[in-house]
């Protein structure tokens, strides 16, 4: 009797166990795009808790689990913002370099979210706002709600420089140099340096100098030179923020001097540097002028490129190989995400190859390709399931899975 | 011999058919925008510029010249409802009243540095006679361009926010003479009621303008009246003093001959929104400003179309039941806190008749490729086709000549070569009465 007892509770916890521990989904039937170079015509993905135990045509799915049809949908990872800053209002940052900021000290992990999901966005590179010289460290973020813990992918993911344009852009303050002490007496304040373009690169390469600094300035910038070295033990890729090809020939200087890989956003100019880039293995975060809605009137500044220059230059470094992410080059049209990149399709670039720009390419800059941006095994199950709506240009989103729940359905 | 041969090569590459030639068009699909019928590999015969016949299979007959599209798409030429095509940067606001607020600092920092030298006069005021026609060049270099884009007649309207807009008119885009160019004139009057934070005053203002107007005419009628009476008398008074003598003089004083009033051409033009004979364009896109122009439509029973109309889906049924209706765009969905709404969809579900325009005057390229983003976020192919062809073709009054492919009207139509809203369709000929316009190469 007590065995029997025994052996009755034994059966009841392992069936316990089993039904906890099996928290499996299977995914049955969609056309699979793996963003690994593969498309699986009628895969099956198997899901545990959030993570991807297997992918393939010819799984076996246990029995008695949850399965979802997903007969008739395309399926894609989930999309990879490259750049954007996540706050209801713009936000900018007034000092000259401050790479000891981080994005993530004002990214609020409870926020709503919902816009981006929509537009099939599960993760995101929060960016630091594009002022003065140097403006601080980004990082990689899952939207959604669900706390830091589980939105956090990476703290420290590349960091934010600017150069042309917005490194030399007027600072509201005027700072003085470094603490008043006997060694450094009270002077009149003076403008934040540099004023110029060619004053920003040398700058740049001034402050990676770090022995450079002597006495009271040295315990001044200590903060600062302490946060770039560890920026360059890291190997934190650059993201430097430039459209013009001389800006971007000098970018490239700078990151082998620094030794630092190299990232480009903007990059309106970059067609004609397309053999250079591809040489030196820079990767660029392309800002498309797209706008969905129809509203292409902005003011044209001596600093901006023609506009049909700048929509060729993003298929012309895709044809070249080089690893190209885009982004609207306003944040508004981020929710968009999908309709900028395909938008590119005009230019004769297939839609696998622009799906290709907004997941796995994005994901390697930053190089989190071993976990979001594409589908295989040990990635998380950010699933987005598109269906083919009959007369549209593009398949529609309608299901967005992240991490194996439905985090959006239409 | 050789100019015999060298003749025939140049008329075997370039198949331009004369204008008065029968033509025959064969083509794999036809969207004709007619009660969103399409034909599949169909051909249209044309006679002298006009459509005589459209077949469901292709049968050119012997004497048609046959251009052979059957791996191409027609649809209709698009009609841009509302631009300000043909008018260059330098024309832009600067009629306007109140004056640019930039205009004033500067002008206060010229008098500081130069004294009186570079001051402006002050800019003379948008009045409701001066006509778009008189300030566009029919032979606009432009024109080619928007050809290239498709768009085969334009309403052209005065670049102002001012509350009196002038007259527009409807241009055909290619013209060898100007009798060609201008194919409604006039075509409506635009008011503004956007522009201004205060739409209150504009609606004010719009009122006493109509009721000027109305002043106006009522003092033309009173001299009228008053001369006829007047020269009734005179007559009587001569045939008395014919007869009686000296009391015919005392009998002519009683009336004194009517002063003639002065001519106003404001009010003239403003007479022809009142006698229903044009419509007035309002250009009207928040709430507020659509119900001071519905408000404005019943006092003075004018014909009413609303231009921009964003949140006109708002109130749709207040539209509906009026008759109203409106110019849409120059955006084709409205992004609201992370939302999208189609208005333009929500609009036709409530049979609204809606037009959809550019507001442009440089560009008009993106006509079909903000269409194709509505038809992405749930606008049908067909609702989406008639709001650049069927629909404003209506609402201009013109729907007898342009707007669709159908027997009787002018040969209008743009030759694609992909389904027309899909992102790598392209624009290749674009015709004209008949008559190849544009050719991509």
Redesign the interface.
């Known amino acids: 009797m007590r065995k029997t007892m025994v052996c009755l509770g034994l059966l009841i916890f392992f069936c316990w166990g089993i039904s906890l521990s099996g928290e499996t989904i299977a995914i049955r039937g969609g056309e699979i795009h793996t963003m690994n170079g593969e498309i699986l015509k009628s895969g099956i993905i198997l899901i545990r808790e959030g993570k991807i135990v297997d992918i393939g045509e010819n799984v076996q799915i246990p029995e008695g689990i949850e399965v979802i049809d997903a007969q008739g949908y395309i399926l894609y990872p989930g999309f990879v913002a490259p750049s954007g800053l996540f706050t209801p209002e713009g936000i900018r940052n007034f000092e000259s370099f401050s790479p000891q900021a981080s994005a993530l000290d004002r990214f609020d992990f409870h926020g709503d979210y ?2 981006y999901l ?1 537009g099939g966005i599960t993760s995101a590179f929060v960016a630091m706002p594009a002022n003065r010289i140097i403006s601080g460290k980004g990082a990689v973020v899952k939207l959604g709600g669900g706390g830091k813990k589980a939105l956090l992918l990476r703290e420290e993911a590349a960091l934010n420089v600017n150069l042309g344009k917005e490194a030399i852009l007027p600072p509201m303050t005027d700072v003085f140099p470094a603490p008043v002490s006997p060694e450094n007496p009270l002077t009149p304040s003076f403008r934040q340096f540099p004023s110029s373009s060619l004053g920003a690169h040398w700058l740049l390469h001034e402050l990676f100098r770090f022995d450079a600094y002597s006495g009271e300035l040295a315990r001044y910038f200590q903060s600062i030179s302490h946060s770039l070295e560890k920026a360059q033990e890291q190997d934190l890729p650059l993201i430097v923020r430039c459209q013009k090809a001389s800006d971007i020939l000098q970018a490239i200087q700078f990151s082998k001097t620094v030794n630092m890989p190299l990232v480009i956003q903007g990059a309106a100019e970059a067609y004609r540097l397309a053999d250079i880039l591809k040489e030196n293995h820079v990767s660029v975060i392309a800002e498309a002028h797209v ?6 009137t902005y003011q044209d500044s001596g600093e901006k490129p023609a506009w049909g220059k700048h929509m060729r230059s993003i298929p012309a470094l895709i044809q070249k190989g080089i690893l190209v992410s885009i982004t609207p080059d306003d944040e ?1 049209y981020l ?1 968009d995400l999908f ?1 900028v990149a ?2 590119f ?2 230019f ?1 670039i297939s839609e696998e190859k622009l799906v290709e720009t907004i997941t796995i390419n994005s994901a390697k800059i930053f190089g989190l390709e071993g976990k979001i941006g594409n589908l295989g095994k040990g990635r998380d199950a950010d699933i987005l399931f598109f269906k083919k709506a009959r ?4 398949p ?1 989103l309608e299901k967005v899975m992240r991490e194996g729940q439905f985090v959006y359905e239409e | 011999m050789v100019f015999v041969l060298i003749y025939a090569a140049l008329t075997s590459t370039r198949v331009y058919a004369q204008p008065d030639e029968t033509i025959y068009i064969k083509a794999k699909k036809i969207y004709t925008s007619d009660d969103g019928r399409i034909i599949i590999n169909g051909g249209i015969l044309i006679k002298e510029g006009k459509i005589t016949k459209l077949d469901e299979k292709a049968k050119p007959p012997r004497e048609a010249f046959v251009i052979d599209l059957s791996d191409k798409i027609i649809i209709p030429g698009l009609i841009d409802a509302f631009t300000h095509l043909g008018f260059h940067q330098e024309d832009f606001n600067v009629r306007t009243e109140p004056p640019t607020p930039w205009r004033k600092p500067l002008e206060g920092i010229y008098r500081l540095y130069f004294g009186q030298r570079e001051r402006e006069s002050p800019p003379p005021q948008i009045e409701a006679r001066f006509k778009a026609s008189d300030a566009v060049f029919y032979g606009d270099s432009w024109f080619k361009k928007f050809l290239s884009q498709g768009i085969t007649s334009a309403s052209i309207a005065i670049p102002t926010d001012n509350l009196l807009g002038g007259i527009p008119f409807v241009a055909r885009l290619f013209a060898d003479a100007p009798s060609d160019f201008y194919m409604l004139d006039p075509a409506g009057m635009v008011f503004s009621f956007s522009g201004d934070r205060n739409v209150m005053k504009r609606y004010g203002d719009l009122v006493k303008v109509f009721q000027d107007a109305q002043d106006y005419r009522k003092e033309w009628e009173k001299y009228g009246k008053d001369l006829k009476k007047f020269q009734a008398q005179e007559k009587e008074g001569k045939d008395k003093q014919k007869e009686k003598g000296k009391e015919g003089e005392e009998a002519e004083k009683e009336v004194k001959e009517p002063k003639e009033p002065r001519k106003n051409e404001n009010h003239e033009a403003v007479l022809q929104v009142l006698d229903r004979k044009i419509p007035a364009l309002i250009r009207a896109s928040k709430i507020n400003e659509i119900q001071a122009a519905l408000k404005i439509r019943e006092d003075f029973r004018i014909r009413l179309v609303l231009v921009g109309g964003h949140e006109a889906h708002k109130i749709p049924l207040e539209i509906s039941s009026r008759k109203v209706s409106i110019i849409a765009g120059p955006e084709s969905i409205l992004v609201k806190k992370g939302g999208k709404i189609n208005y333009i969809q929500e609009l036709l579900a409530n049979n609204i008749p809606v037009a959809f325009c550019s507001h442009s005057s440089n560009d008009t390229s993106f006509l079909l490729y903000q269409l194709t983003y509505a038809v992405q976020n749930g606008l049908s192919i067909g609702d989406a086709l008639d709001t650049v062809t069927a629909h404003p073709a209506q609402i201009l009054g013109i729907p007898n000549r342009v707007g669709s492919i159908a027997v009787g009207k002018q040969a209008d139509f743009v030759v694609l070569d992909g389904e027309p809203f899909e992102l790598e369709t392209r624009v290749k000929e674009v015709y004209i009465s008949g008559k190849g316009v544009y050719f991509d190469e």
């Open positions: 919902i816009q929509r706008r969905p809605n129809g509203l292409f508004r929710p309709w395909q938008y399709q005009k004769g007369g549209a240009p593009l529609r």
